[in-house]
């Protein structure tokens, strides 16, 4: 019986027959990689060498049987999560799945806030917006899948709360999952990308285990789809725009009321009713911004969506969804969340809309800067 062989890099089981299925690898590759011990699957081999992206074909029944199958082990849940976009990375009804299993909330990507940002309201905003969603994490913490940033905290707080168990850890796609297992790999091991990562959705194709030092494991699981990310509207060079890679320069402006700005095409932000006051936009810095009046928007927006205003960009994108307008009469210093693309912070007393692609969240919170 021939010894089952599986890719370093997503987890895959290794097969030479069928090119268009998970874990393909040409027969001529296999031998090399079995030679040098390192045997990836053409697709985690083109990611690797060539930063090309391959569709990933797994199903909603794939991602509920990793889920249930959590329910079951006796293990520390760490769920990773895009602090710029927190409600397109919860996972849905991740309470009802893991049982009485402790959970760790780590806030990933903090490198990309803007220095002003006050960490302890950000953490306080993620652990009452968890309870909203049934989860009670044992502890929240924020850092940085690119950068060695507060991993010892992470590392230490793993080791508090595992108590000699398994670590699983869990996210939907596109938070930076498996970067932020390479770096505790890198930390713990000396071992450099072993993972492979990508910013687009759907790298890691089954659970990936790394051996502690204890005869337990941290498995990387594969990323879940969660339908409303803004992630999956766009293609791959828009996805590149939208995604910050560095720290957010907040962009201000004067508004009277009946103003409008746009986020590129992605996005609207309505100024109907207030004082003139100055509105600071925090989106990433390659995203061009527009203002206009709120009497010309929609038919500004018709006129310039994937030209001036982009992206998405008519070569990326054939069928963007139309922007749904949600409303909001506000009291207080309050950021408006466009899930998945940033905030726009409102300095008082006001009423806004934003617009944000259909399926997509835009909510309030209370001002974090």
């Not at 030479?16 to 393909?24: K, R």
């Not at 009321?257 to 390659?286: H, K, M, P, W």
């Not at 998945?340 to 008082?348: H, K, Q, S, T």
Request: net charge negative.
């Amino acid at each position: 019986m021939e010894e089952e062989l599986f890719c370093i890099g997503c987890g895959a089981k290794i097969q030479t027959t069928q090119p268009d299925e998970l874990g393909y690898t040409p027969q001529s590759a296999l031998e090399k990689g079995l030679e040098s011990g390192e045997l990836y699957c053409q697709r985690c081999f083109r990611l690797r060498h060539y930063n090309e992206i391959q569709d990933v074909q797994l199903t909603d029944d794939d991602f509920l049987r990793l889920l249930n199958e959590l329910g079951r082990k006796d293990a520390l849940i760490v769920n990773v999560v895009d602090i710029f976009d927190f409600n397109g990375s919860l996972i849905p009804g991740l309470h009802r799945f893991i049982g009485d299993n402790p959970v760790l909330l780590v806030g990933n990507k903090v490198d990309i806030l803007p220095k002003s940002l006050k960490k302890g309201r950000l953490i306080q905003w993620m652990k009452e917006r968890a309870y909203e969603e049934g989860l009670r994490p044992e502890e929240v913490l924020l850092t940085s899948a690119r950068k060695p940033h507060q991993m010892d905290e992470l590392l230490a707080a793993i080791e508090k709360y595992r108590e000699g168990r398994d670590v699983y850890v869990v996210g939907v796609t596109n938070v930076g999952k498996s970067t932020l297992i390479n770096q505790i790999i890198k930390q713990t091991e000396g071992i450099k990308d072993l993972i492979t990562t990508s910013r687009f959705p759907g790298t890691t194709l089954d659970k990936i285990e790394i051996p502690l030092d204890d005869g337990s494991f941290l498995f990387d699981t594969p990323g879940i789809i969660h339908r409303h990310q803004m992630a999956h509207y766009l293609g791959k060079n828009d996805l590149k725009i939208i995604a910050p890679h560095k720290e957010i320069k907040p962009k201000v402006y004067q508004l009277n009321a009946e103003q409008t700005l746009f986020l590129g095409g992605l996005a609207r932000f309505d100024f109907i009713q207030g004082e003139r006051s100055s509105f600071i936009a925090y989106v990433a810095n390659e995203i061009m911004i527009h203002r206009t009046k709120l009497a010309k928007a929609d038919a500004f927006y018709e006129k310039h969506v994937g030209g001036l205003l982009q992206p998405p960009r008519p070569e990326e994108v054939e069928d963007f969804p139309e922007l749904v307008r949600f409303e909001f009469s506000l009291k207080e210093k309050t950021d408006i969340v466009f899930a998945g693309l940033g905030w726009v912070m409102v300095p008082g007393p006001a009423v806004i809309a934003g617009w944000a692609p259909k399926g997509v969240d835009v909510l309030t919170r209370k001002a974090l800067v």
